[in-house]
Every structure is written in structure tokens, then in C-alpha cells.
């Protein structure tokens, strides 16, 4: 099983309809492991309620949203506040906003890989040294790559793989 640490842009579209949603759902595979920090909820209610300001869905839909990510979802929620100040370290590094830096402290302390559907953070995060962690949504998990790819040196597969592979004998 594969960890990938996941983010309220990706987590919101497995349950509203938006663009990169088929894409994100692909991380719902029983093969992936999906993780987030805690915050995660609170960046999802505030997006399910800007969407209802912007009557777009109802309220009672928003919370159904809410609920069905929240209770219904593969998603194991982490303690945040461990998080912290690796967080802030980091959003300094990179000089993006400390939320969106929870997520990329638990990529790294979980030696996974974080995906989002954020463009900004994600070119951020693509232009620093922390690059190998982040993913972009329309790039499949690694269970759900074409098996064609699979043994070619240039596969995405492959590079995940080698990035983990790398991370465990340097420890």
C-alpha cells in the first residue's frame, strides 16, 4: 500500500463536482493509503461554505458533503499541532502560506507524497528542494499507472519508487 498525503483542493472534489474530480477520486483506490492533517476539515467546510454564499450548492448539501468526506472516506486524519512547527519552517523556506505547509511538513515526516490540485503551491513547491513530495492531481497513484509503463526507466512509477527507495537506505 501506498501513503499519499492528501489536500483539501483534492479532497473536496471527491465529493463535489469540479474540474480534476475523476482524477482525484483515482487516490480513493484500496491500494492507497490516504492521509491528511486535521486541518483538512476546516479548509473543506470553508470551501463547502463559499460555495453556498456563492449558490452554487445548498446548505443542506454542503454539509452533506462535509459528512459523507468526513465519515464515509478513507481518509486517517493526523494531529496537526505535531506539525507545527515544521510547518511554519517550512512556509518560510518556500514563503507560501503556513496551512497549505501542514501538509507538506506531514509529506515529509511520512516520507510521502502530497498531492494537490492547488497550481500555486503545487509551482511553489515544484521550484524548491522539496520538489520529490509533491504530485499534481492528474498524475495517477502508482496502482493505478498504466502497467505497460510499469518496467520503462522513464515511468512515473518507477520514479516514485526510487524516491522511496533512495529515502529508506539513506536513513
Given at each position: 500500500m501506498i501513503?499519499?498525503?492528501i489536500d483539501a483542493s483534492v479532497a473536496v472534489k471527491w465529493v463535489i463536482e469540479e474540474v480534476f474530480r475523476l482524477e482525484a477520486k483515482r487516490f480513493l483506490h484500496?491500494?492507497?493509503?490516504c492521509i491528511?492533517?486535521?486541518?483538512?476539515?476546516?479548509?473543506?467546510?470553508?470551501?463547502?461554505?463559499?460555495?453556498v454564499a456563492r449558490n452554487e450548492i445548498s446548505e443542506q448539501a454542503a454539509w452533506q458533503c462535509y459528512t459523507t468526506l468526513f465519515h464515509e472516506m478513507p481518509l486517517?486524519?493526523?494531529?496537526?499541532?505535531?506539525?507545527?512547527?515544521?510547518?511554519?519552517?517550512?512556509?518560510?523556506?518556500i514563503n507560501h502560506a503556513v496551512y497549505d505547509c501542514y501538509y507538506l511538513a506531514l509529506a515529509e515526516q511520512e516520507k510521502a507524497f502530497l498531492v494537490t490540485a492547488d497550481r500555486k503551491f503545487y509551482e511553489r513547491v515544484m521550484g524548491s528542494p522539496y520538489a520529490?513530495?509533491?504530485?499534481?492531481?492528474?498524475?495517477?497513484?502508482?496502482?493505478?499507472?498504466?502497467?505497460?509503463?510499469?518496467?520503462?526507466?522513464s515511468s512515473p512509477a518507477n520514479t516514485d519508487r526510487d524516491v522511496r527507495d533512495s529515502e529508506s537506505k539513506s536513513v
Open positions: 501513503t499519499y498525503v484500496p491500494c492507497v493509503f491528511a492533517p486535521d486541518l483538512i476539515e476546516y479548509e473543506c467546510i470553508s470551501a463547502f461554505q463559499q460555495k486517517q486524519l493526523e494531529d496537526s499541532t505535531t506539525l507545527t512547527y515544521h510547518a511554519f519552517q517550512l512556509a518560510n523556506r520529490h513530495r509533491i504530485r499534481w492531481v492528474e498524475e495517477p497513484p502508482a496502482v493505478a499507472r498504466d502497467p505497460e509503463t510499469e518496467g520503462r526507466a
